[in-house]
């Protein structure tokens, strides 16, 4: 029998996508289709005081122009707007439903017309006027008048105090501009009528039932009424967590002129939508002489909207890593009049662990200590903030692999001393830290006779492999070949599942399969000990196990039935379970991942241009279920960590309030050219508490950290710190 779990499988989703069989959000072919546009405003802050869509009306082809004004009706409660992962407070913004503009690129019109360019261009011709209001937009400037949201943990001892006295000291601001996301796929909607009624919403997310409620609860439509359907997704890093603007006026402009409607953002109206939010990270370290950590201080300021607190854990992550019985942790936040900021990859740590490990790497130089032995001076064994053993915590065999892979023990530790040529070249390290978590889900398999296996969720695969991983745990539970497997995943109809994000939907569908296969082979026993001198008269569920067609007995080889056999003799043909699966908790112990990445750059000394040529992250994930789509998350993230580094920024002209750089020539990401040498290795940990698995996710880990480990290595090479992303030639030869 072939084991499929823990092995290179290709993905099963692969043929459909590189031939064009999968069909995305915008690619869902409907007759009678209408095609909108969205007219975004000018201004960030203010009122429209007069929308004149005469010009676009005239256009033929033309079909309506929807406002504020003659839109139908929405919900007029915020609790209505409020989805499974919007922020905790605030009033959730509500697309074209009043006068307010509260962002520039905010939606307020749409045009429907009968083919995309005649929406596209009428778009063009919507005269808007506003009563205009001043807008603030920088976070800098507003510093001082940040509030404090939350303490991320509890402080410990008096970090203050014990800063003040420590021998050696570290303190700076680390600053990191907003992001956006960048999909390859854009946020789009296609809402097409059914026979009965009812709509079906073809829309591009990370949560189709998170869609669902969301539409349901705006429009007062039962579940019933709309279906959400999101098979693939191109692409969403966190920007598909939360219900976008461009799913309620799909349905808003389908209930007004009762045909189908597919509504398509362009790349700059995506600026217009959530993104990674700016910070300052003030980090301060206090030590012994010999590097041993007495005292951490972390705080971040960071921006969010008007009408919206939005923060995550950016400062709380030393706890996980390392030993210091002197800490302080607080976010703050400033209100700015922008959109509200969003989950992107590893939200948080990216940004806070960023901070984190450069000040590590400060402090490594004041104290004279090479910085992989700094951090393991510092090691903890334990989770500071509650004091409680990790479930596996495998983070010195990380540093160790890394190190070795890496060549780390051949680093000359002053600044500006190796050299390449013309280049100099420097190496830097650093941690990554992220959460291992898992959430409730149901899974729905349907088992044939003839030995195929349909397996069903409502969760998403977002490019991560889920289809894949789905199909590899079902073929070893079920003891089928994968090609007997086919899944269904991203429809609201399917079986309940959480948004698909937090690196959790491996860990939760697994074991969501597995459940579920246990109850079918409870079934498939129960017919198999119905049949006469069934070899199986004795056996009991767990001493069963599906393998090769055969429902066989783990206890002696040779006693077995066909499953054909079984479900033959008990007149079925199919036998059809479902099962919500609900994990354990582990109130006593923390549940981590982590990796140690190790960076080389190559820096041209006149120039100021920085080449990242070789980055090595060695990660502890728990069991791995693909080796091969992990490798592929973990490099993706890596490669992110360099663009956070040296390459992505989202600037705003804060005279207006409006995204200067809103498109992809000029904001800019890695591309082939930025990406040499990548090296993943992953190392074993087994973990037989968090999970009956014991797997962990890989979807966040891979950028934490990495952005840390460049920025290490362009000190080590230049001698110059840039604590400012991205780090530009201009920095440098400033």
């Not at 993104?275 to 002489?289: M, Q």
Request: with cysteine; net charge negative; proline share 5%.
């Amino acid at each position: 029998m072939t084991t499929y779990i823990g092995t290179p499988t290709s993905r099963v989703d692969g043929r459909a996508k590189v031939t064009g069989a999968a069909r995305y959000a915008a690619e869902f072919n409907v007759p009678d289709l209408v095609h909108a546009s969205v007219v975004t405003s000018t201004i960030a802050k203010g009122r429209i005081t007069r929308i004149d869509a005469s010009g676009a009306l005239r256009c033929r082809g033309v079909i309506d122009v929807l406002t504020h004004e003659n839109r139908p009706d929405m919900a007029d409660r915020d609790d209505a707007y409020w989805d499974d992962v919007a922020p905790d407070d605030g009033s959730p913004f509500r697309p074209l439903y009043d006068d307010r503009v509260m962002f520039n690129h905010q939606p307020i019109a749409l045009v429907l017309a009968e083919d995309s360019e005649t929406a596209r261009f009428a778009a063009s011709l919507v005269r808007v006027e506003y009563q205009q209001e001043k807008q603030i937009t920088d976070l800098a400037s507003q510093r001082e008048r940040a509030k404090t949201v939350k303490k991320p943990a509890k402080p410990r001892g008096d970090a203050e105090a014990v800063l003040a006295k420590a021998p050696v000291r570290h303190e700076a601001d680390y600053v990191l501009p907003a992001e956006h996301h960048n999909p390859m796929e854009l946020f789009a909607t296609t809402a097409t009528w059914d026979g009965d009624g009812k709509l079906t919403v073809y829309d591009k997310t990370q949560g189709v039932q998170n869609v669902q409620q969301y539409l349901c609860s705006i429009f007062g439509m039962s579940r019933d009424q709309i279906r959400v359907v999101s098979p693939f997704v191109g692409g969403a890093f966190g920007a598909g967590l939360r219900p976008q603007y461009n799913a309620p006026l799909a349905v808003l402009a389908a209930l007004a002129v009762r045909r189908p409607v597919r509504l398509v953002l362009s790349r700059q109206q995506m600026y217009g939508l959530s993104y990674r939010p700016a910070t300052i990270e003030h980090v301060a370290l206090g030590a012994g002489r010999d590097g041993a950590l007495t005292a951490i201080t972390h705080e971040a300021i960071a921006q969010t909207s008007r009408y919206e607190d939005f923060s995550r854990n950016d400062t709380a992550w030393a706890d996980q890593l390392y030993t210091c019985g002197n800490v302080v942790y607080r976010h703050k936040l400033v209100p700015l009049d922008l959109p509200t900021p969003s989950d992107m990859r590893a939200p948080g740590a990216a940004s806070g662990v960023y901070a984190l490990e450069c000040a590590m790497d400060e402090l490594a130089v004041a104290a004279g200590v090479d910085p992989l032995e700094l951090r393991l001076r510092n090691y903890s064994e334990i989770e500071q903030g509650d004091d409680l053993p990790y479930t596996s915590k495998q983070l010195r065999e990380c540093y160790r692999r890394g190190s070795e892979a890496f060549g780390w023990s051949r680093r000359n530790a002053a600044p500006r001393s190796m050299r390449d040529g013309r280049e100099l070249v420097g190496w830097g390290m650093a941690t990554g830290v992220w959460e291992a978590l898992q959430m409730p889900l149901a899974v729905r398999i349907v088992l044939t006779a003839n030995g195929h296996a349909e397996v069903s969720c409502a969760c998403s695969d977002i490019g991560t492999g889920t289809y894949t991983i789905m199909a590899q745990v079902a073929a070893d539970a079920l003891g089928l070949p994968i090609e007997n497997v086919s899944i269904r995943l991203g429809d609201s109809s399917l079986p309940q599942a959480p948004v698909e994000g937090g690196s959790w939907m491996a860990a939760s569908v697994a074991h969501g399969i597995v459940a579920t296969a246990g109850e079918l082979r409870g079934e498939l026993l129960r017919l198999a000990k119905s049949m006469p001198r069934s070899p199986l008269a004795d056996a009991e569920t767990d001493d069963i196990a599906l393998t090769d067609g055969m429902i066989a007995d783990k206890r002696e080889v040779g006693r077995a039935v066909p499953i054909a056999d079984a479900m033959r003799h008990g007149g079925v043909d199919r036998i059809a379970r479902e099962k919500t699966h609900e994990f354990k908790k582990h109130d006593k112990y923390a549940a981590n991942t982590h990796s140690a990445i190790f960076a080389e750059v190559k820096v041209d000394e006149q120039l100021g241009i920085i080449r990242v040529t070789r980055v090595v992250s060695a990660v502890a994930a728990g069991r791995i279920l693909n080796t091969k789509t992990a490798a592929n998350q973990i490099a993706g993230g890596m490669v992110w960590g360099i663009g956070m580094a040296l390459h992505e920024e989202t600037l705003i002209d804060h005279r207006f309030g409006r995204v200067m750089n809103a498109n992809i020539a000029e904001y800019h990401v890695p591309v082939n050219a930025d990406v040499h040498d990548i090296k993943v290795i992953f190392v074993d940990e087994p973990d037989d508490i968090i999970n009956p698995l014991g797997i962990k996710g890989v979807g966040e880990i891979g950028i934490v950290g990495v952005a840390a480990a460049v920025a290490n290595a362009v000190h080590h090479a230049t001698g110059k710190r840039v604590r400012d992303l991205p780090i530009t030639l201009d920095k440098l030869l400033d």
